[in-house]
């Protein structure tokens, strides 16, 4: 696995495109010739059949034709491409933001389209947070967000009062990776209440794993006698990130609610919306606890230990087979959300989401790190942005 996704974090201003799906269309004077034919043969007093035989041998060819093209701009799996995979680029900029786990992937897309459309296409991508993204998003300052996570009410509010209106399409499959130094040969496997137990709010100023045995055998965790007497240095991301989000989500949320507290993390860690300063954090401590996305992980796993996750079935550890199949648990759908006002003004905005749906466009989902969607998934993606 290369380590892409880490080597390319900075705002990434990149020539960004895609093909635009030719039309097939019949001919008008043929069209004429077809409607005419019958009658102006029988006011010229020759037999209509046979003219009628002459002109529908004709059209049933041209129908054909037509068919068969239209069968050609099929994917070899009997399922029409989406717009962007013929046809001409658009030229234009389009701005993308968002997420810092799925930034890789719009990165990677505007490496293909700077490959293919000769400078006609920039896409400048950045990756501020999920959260941060949505609220520039929001506020129209953005064609694209790129998301870790599906948008809350709150965003959605703050989109719906701008006037903004978007579509939302599931791209990539990411396993949320809790990790930790290899030399922390304690843990090697933590329940949902460990992590609560160690990350959530109860856990408050303590300084070593050992502290939180207490709390996690009170959560009901399975795993607190192989808490070790270490110092607890925990990195992460911090609340702008859907990485946090989804990690309270899985981790925290439950407990939480059942027991009166904050659904958030404890707020004494080192907390960084740059995922290589995480990944820094991990390998610093030879005791670390820290939580990353899957892509982040494979890239720099010399340098860490990803923890398996017991959700309930016994301990796994995230792995592309494992998070695409959803036996790891803590496995998340990853997101674009398309400003559809600016997709129809813009072509290159339209021509850029095209190119991302793409097979060419999805193959990068892979190279950055991630999961590919099952096809039906894929097929629904492609589906909701064509009927947009």
Do not use: H
Not at 98 to 121: C, D, H, M, N, R
Not at 217 to 225: I, L
Not at 348 to 366: C, M, Q
């Amino acid at each position: 696995m290369n380590n892409y996704p880490l080597r390319r974090r900075a705002a990434f201003a990149v020539v960004a495109g895609t093909l635009i799906l030719a039309a097939c269309g019949g001919d008008d004077d043929d069209d004429a010739a077809t409607t005419d034919g019958p009658a102006a043969a029988a006011a010229a007093g020759t037999e209509p059949m046979e003219t009628m035989t002459s002109t529908m041998e004709s059209t049933m060819d041209s129908t054909m034709e037509t068919t068969m093209d239209s069968t050609m701009a099929t994917d070899a799996e009997g399922s029409t491409p989406p717009a962007g995979s013929m046809g001409e680029m658009a030229g234009g900029e389009v701005i993308v933001t968002g997420s810092s786990t799925v930034q890789p992937i719009s990165i990677a897309v505007g490496e293909l389209a700077l490959e293919q459309s000769g400078g006609e296409l920039a896409a400048v991508v950045d990756g501020p947070g999920t959260g941060d993204g949505f609220a520039a998003f929001c506020e129209g300052g953005a064609d694209i967000n790129d998301a870790s996570r599906p948008i809350n009410e709150e965003e959605a509010a703050l989109c719906e009062e701008a006037g903004i209106e978007y579509i939302e399409l599931e791209v990539a499959i990411d396993g949320l990776t809790v990790a930790t130094n290899p030399a922390n040969s304690a843990i090697t496997c933590l329940d949902v209440p460990a992590l609560y137990a160690l990350v959530g709010p109860e856990s408050e100023g303590t300084a070593n794993w050992s502290d939180n045995t207490e709390l996690a055998t009170e959560v009901g965790s399975e795993y607190a006698d192989v808490f070790p007497d270490l110092p607890l240095d925990i990195s992460g991301p911090g609340e702008e990130s859907g990485t946090y989000d989804t990690f309270v989500e899985f981790a925290i949320g439950d407990l939480a609610e059942e027991r009166t507290a904050d659904e958030a993390t404890r707020a004494d860690y080192a907390s960084s919306p740059n995922d290589n300063l995480i990944v820094d954090g991990i390998e610093a401590s030879e005791s670390s606890l820290g939580w990353i996305g899957f892509a982040f992980y494979t890239a720099e796993q010399e340098r860490m230990k990803a923890i398996e996750i017991d959700t309930g079935d016994g301990c796994v550890a995230p792995t592309p087979e494992t998070i695409a199949d959803g036996t790891y648990g803590f496995s998340r759908s990853l997101y674009i959300y398309v400003n559809t006002a600016n997709a129809e003004e813009n072509p290159a905005v339209a021509s850029y989401v095209d190119l991302y749906l793409s097979d060419e466009g999805i193959a990068t989902v892979e190279t950055a790190g991630y999961v590919s969607l099952p096809a039906d998934r894929l097929e629904a993606t492609r589906a909701a942005w064509a009927g947009r």
